[in-house]
C-alpha cells in the first residue's frame, strides 16, 4: 500500500475484540499473568504498553526500519539514542544543529566524557580527518534547522559503514512521507514527532527507528531502562496526528513554496534559505534522496532594524518557537531556539540577528502572504519615521 494509505490507517485494524476504527488509549500500567511463566505480551507499561506498540509498530513501518521507540520527547529519544555510547566515545555531528540537541552534547554528554566534532556533513575529507579510532557514529540533520543545509545521506552512510560507524539521522524536518533515511543507509532515524508528524501544536513527542535485529534488541534495552517513553493518551494524540500527515505535507510544501517565492522579490529580503528552489545549493541532493520539501524556511532581512516590528505586527502568523503545525509560526533563531550556541559558532554557520525562520502552515497561502505583506510594511514606515 502507498504511504497516504498506511498512514490514514494507522492503528485502524488493530482492535480485534470491537472493531474500534480509532485504536483505544489503553491506561493501563499494569497487565495480568495469565499463570506463572506465560504474559499477553504485556507487563509493565514502560516496557511494553499497548497504545504505544501501535504507534511504535506504524513508525519502524514507515520509516522501512525493523522497530521503534515512542518516548515523551524528541529530546528523549536524542537521550535514548545516546545512552548507547559510553565514556571516551567521539560523535561526528551536523555543523549547523538544533540548539537542543547541541546543549545536550555539549553540556550533558560532555559530563559523562562522550565528545563531538561539528563538521559540515557535505565535507567527507573534513569528516575523515576528524574521524578518530574512538569514533562511534554519525548524527546528521538533513534539511538542518535553520539554513536549510542538505545532506546526502547515501553518501555519509557509504562512508560511515566503511569506517564502521553507526548513522543516526534527525528526519524531524521532511517526515517519512517526504524521506527515509533507513532505505538510504541510515541504522537510526529520530524523530521531534512533536513537529510534523503530531502536527497541531499540542503534544509533545519524540521517535526512534532502528534498523537491523541486534541495534532494535540494544534500543528496547535503552528505552525501557532509561523510561522516557511516551504516554498512552499522547501516543493516541500522535497516531491521530499523523493520519492526516500526507495532506498536511503536500499543504505545507505548496504554501511554502509560494511564500519563499513571494518573499525572495520583496525589497526588504536579503536571501531565502529553501531546498525547493532551484538555486538552493542542496537542490539536487534533496530532488533526488527526498519525494518532496518541508513547509521550513529561512529568510534574511537587508537590516536588522526589521526584525522586531515584524515580529510584532504579523497576526495570522504567531511569533512561536516551534515549528510543523498547521499554524504558521515564526521564530528568531538567534535569541531562541539557538541562543545556547555560542555567537561565534552561530555566526559562522549564519544564524545571526537578520535571520528569521518561518514554519508556513496550512492556511491559504494568499493569507499568509498578506499578512507578511502588511508586517513588511509596517516595519519599513517605522524604519522610514525613526
Ligand atoms: C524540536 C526538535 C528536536 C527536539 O524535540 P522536542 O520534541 O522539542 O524535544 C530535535 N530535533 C529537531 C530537528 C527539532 O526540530
Redesign the pocket.
Known amino acids: 500500500m502507498k504511504i497516504e494509505s498506511r498512514l490514514a490507517q494507522i492503528g485502524s485494524q488493530n482492535e480485534p475484540v470491537t472493531g474500534a476504527v480509532s485504536f483505544p488509549i489503553y491506561q493501563a500500567t499494569a497487565f495480568r499473568h495469565p499463570k506463572l511463566g506465560e504474559s499477553t505480551g504485556f507487563d509493565y507499561a514502560r516496557t511494553k504498553s499497548p497504545t504505544r506498540k501501535v504507534l511504535e509498530d506504524a513508525a519502524a513501518e514507515l520509516e522501512s526500519g525493523d522497530a521503534g521507540f515512542a518516548c515523551s520527547?524528541?529530546?528523549a529519544a536524542?537521550q535514548t539514542i545516546f545512552a548507547m555510547f559510553k565514556s571516551g566515545d567521539h560523535l561526528i555531528v551536523s555543523l549547523d544543529l538544533?540548539g537542543?540537541?547541541y546543549r545536550l552534547i555539549e553540556r550533558i554528554l560532555s559530563k559523562f566524557g562522550i565528545t563531538a566534532s561539528y563538521v559540515d556533513t557535505n565535507d567527507i575529507d573534513a569528516m575523515s580527518q576528524l574521524c578518530t579510532p574512538s569514533t562511534r557514529a554519525v548524527l546528521i540533520?538533513t534539511p538542518t534547522?535553520p539554513l536549510m543545509m542538505i545532506t546526502d545521506i547515501e553518501r555519509v552512510c557509504a562512508w560511515a559503514k566503511a569506517k564502521g560507524l553507526l548513522t543516526i539521522v534527525?528526519n524531524?524536518?521532511l517526515t517519512p512521507y517526504f524521506q527515509r533515511p533507513i532505505e538510504l543507509g541510515a541504522d537510526i532515524v529520530i524523530h521531534?514527532a512533536?513537529?510534523y508528524l503530531g502536527g497541531h501544536n499540542d503534544v509533545?513527542a519524540?521517535l526512534i527507528v532502528t534498523k537491523g535485529k541486534e541495534l532494535s534488541e540494544e534500543m528496547a534495552f535503552y528505552h525501557n531502562s532509561l523510561g522516557a517513553v511516551l504516554g498512552a493518551q499522547d501516543s493516541w494524540l500522535l497516531m491521530r496526528g499523523m493520519k492526516t500527515l500526507a495532506l498536511r505535507m503536500e499543504r505545507h510544501q505548496h504554501n511554502a513554496t509560494a511564500v519563499a517565492n513571494w518573499l525572495l522579490s520583496h525589497e526588504a529580503v536579503e536571501a531565502v534559505y529553501y531546498p525547493a528552489l532551484v538555486d538552493h545549493p542542496g537542490h539536487d541532493v534533496q530532488s533526488r534522496q527526498s519525494s518532496g520539501n518541508t513547509g521550513i524556511f529561512s529568510f534574511r532581512v537587508k537590516d536588522a532594524r526589521y526584525v522586531e516590528p515584524i515580529l510584532r505586527h504579523i497576526k495570522l502568523i504567531a511569533f512561536a518557537e516551534s515549528?510543523g503545525g498547521v499554524e504558521s509560526l515564526m521564530t528568531y533563531p538567534a535569541v531562541q531556539t539557538h541562543a545556547d550556541i555560542p555567537e561565534d559558532i552561530r555566526r559562522q554557520i549564519g544564524v545571526d540577528d537578520r535571520l528569521l525562520r518561518f514554519s508556513v502552515g496550512i492556511e491559504h497561502a494568499d493569507d499568509i502572504i498578506a499578512d507578511l505583506q502588511q508586517a513588511l510594511e509596517a516595519a519599513k514606515r517605522e524604519i522610514n519615521e525613526a
Request: net charge negative; hydrophobic share 30%; glycine share 16%.
Open positions: 520527547t524528541g529530546m536524542l538544533y537542543g540537541t540533520e534547522n534527525d524531524t524536518l521531534s512533536t513537529k509533545l519524540g515549528l
